[in-house]
């Protein structure tokens, strides 16, 4: 792709401006650094606070068309229209609550996953807030819409300005902009307004941290990272940092940890297929995914720690003390909280367990690594009762 | 001291070059975080991969400036590839060559027209 046909985000400015790294992602100019690099940005995050700009992905609106008025209807409502697409409980969420949850093709392969929320406003139920990966954004609304039918409507919003604030600072950093950020736990959100613009504030994140993504409006959204800069505890950080700490998370990637072909058991993301839907199996691939877990997947996404030689990257060889190639490393590299490597890749479930060693293959040199158990860094996300 | 377009540094006393990459290129690539570098007496023709620096974010191959002969290796790298960052055009050399033909080394480019084709990047 050139890179004048290379979409912005509202924040591509105040990136330039601070002396970002561009790279093309998902169609997008994105930083992929600042001038701290890399290894600094990872580790300032993990100590105080991160602002990441995640305005590529696609954040969207489904509200219920000709709704009822009673809001609990409603919801019931727009959940049953969303449900049939994914393997999470919709209809379950509580107001205010976020699920990360899976959107499925007929073979139970992995579309992408995404969060999906319910509001907690009254007037608001019969309403769901989705995010969706940027790289898959185009397709997941099309497939949503095609779900949705008539019967609801899905309104993009991935033209405003969607800003993450992760770390140990980063409670601070969002009260001090949205108060009512401080009575949000991890995995919920909230309609807030500042200086009279329209925001979303959610609990939540990709880095392991606490902390929070703030949909805000595309005119705003230069203000709001202008005054999130402000914040001597805050420094931006590309999407270099961002893959790091998601890694050491133990996160999946869509499109690197998980595609098409990868099913929700062997992506090691069965706790996203809820109890209610897997006993009505009412989800697609619902077959193939019954079958798996009660007899096993055929690959189980794990991962390693890389204990000698270089980073074992994406595409890397994972192979048996024999030799014999076992399976491939899905995303891997330097760990800067570790100060090693680590490495997700799949391998057969009798090689999963952690502790089992096991080679990676790095410019044809085989080198030791073993299985262990995510994240590799511990989350420390906020849960308040 | 001579410059390769691929941002090699090389400098020849007698027919053993010392070669790195440059401090632009150290910069480019961010923090090193791993350093592979050369078997002696490994035997590499000019263009072809000699050594890798990884980055936390991505390998990248270390050309042969020269035809050559591997007779030493900056095995300090190992535990400090961060001398790459700090001193790339010194300290923070990746292997000495043996080379083939010395006259080559007048081939490359001088410190100026290094200075040029930065310009042009």
């Known amino acids: 792709m050139s890179e004048t046909s290379l979409k912005t985000t509202p924040l591509t400015q105040a990136h330039l401006a601070r002396g970002a790294r561009m790279t093309p992602f998902a169609g997008y100019s994105m930083p992929v650094q600042y001038a701290d690099g890399v290894l600094k940005e990872h580790l300032w995050t993990r100590e105080h606070a991160g602002a990441f700009d995640v305005s590529h992905m696609g954040p969207a609106f489904i509200t219920l068309a000709g709704k009822s008025g009673d809001p609990d209807a409603d919801h019931k409502a727009v959940a049953a229209l969303v449900e049939p697409l994914v393997c999470g409980d919709i209809r ?68 405003r300005g969607l800003i993450a604030v992760q770390g140990p600072k980063a409670a601070d950093a969002v009260t001090r902009l949205f108060p009512q950020a401080a009575t949000l736990g991890f995995m919920t959100f909230a309609h807030a307004e500042l200086d009279g613009h329209a925001c979303v504030v959610a609990r939540c994140g990709y880095t392991g941290e606490d902390g929070f993504e703030v949909l805000v409006p595309r005119g705003f959204a230069e203000v709001v990272w202008n005054r999130l800069m402000a914040d001597e505890q805050v420094r931006p950080i590309g999407l270099g940092a961002r893959d790091s700490l998601r890694l050491e998370a133990g996160l999946p990637l869509y499109g690197h940890d998980l595609d098409d072909t990868v099913s929700p058991v062997e992506g090691n993301l069965s706790f996203a297929i809820s109890k209610r839907r897997r006993k009505a199996a009412d989800f697609p691939g619902a077959a193939r995914i019954e079958r798996e877990l009660t007899e096993g997947p055929a690959r189980l996404r794990v991962g390693l720690k890389v204990l000698e030689g270089a980073p074992a990257r994406e595409g890397a060889e994972i192979a048996g003390d024999d030799g014999q190639v076992v399976g491939k490393v899905t995303s891997g590299g330097y760990a800067p909280s570790l100060s090693g490597s680590i490495a997700m890749g799949f391998v057969p479930p009798l090689l999963s367990e952690p502790g089992t060693r096991l080679k990676v293959i790095v410019r044809g040199k085989a080198q030791a690594c073993e299985v262990v158990a995510m994240p590799f860094v511990p989350h420390r996300y906020v849960r308040l009762a | 001291m001579r410059f390769t377009k691929d941002h090699e540094w090389v400098v ?42 990884e980055s936390v974010k991505a390998a990248s191959d270390v050309y042969a400036p020269l035809s050559g002969e591997v007779v030493e290796a900056n095995t300090a790298l190992g535990d400090k590839p961060e001398t790459v960052n700090e001193a790339a055009e010194s300290d923070g050399w990746f292997a000495k060559l043996k080379v083939a033909n010395p006259a080559d080394y007048e081939g490359l480019m001088d410190r100026a027209a290094y200075d040029e084709f930065l310009k042009t990047l």
């Open chain 1, 92 to 159: 379950g969420l509580k107001r205010g609550q976020l699920r990360y949850t899976l959107l499925l093709n007929d073979e139970g392969g992995i579309l992408d996953d995404l969060m999906i929320g319910r509001p907690t406003e009254d007037e608001a139920q019969g309403g769901l807030y989705v995010v969706v990966n940027a790289g898959t954004k185009e397709s997941d609304f099309a497939r949503i819409e095609q779900g949705l039918g008539a019967r609801a409507k899905l309104t993009r919003a991935d033209d």
């Open chain 2, 12 to 53: 020849l006393e007698g027919d053993v070059a010392t070669v790195g990459i440059t401090s632009y290129a150290a910069e480019q690539l961010g923090d090193v975080v791993f350093v592979e570098t050369p078997e002696v007496g490994k035997t590499v023709a000019a263009g072809e991969a000699l050594a890798v620096v």
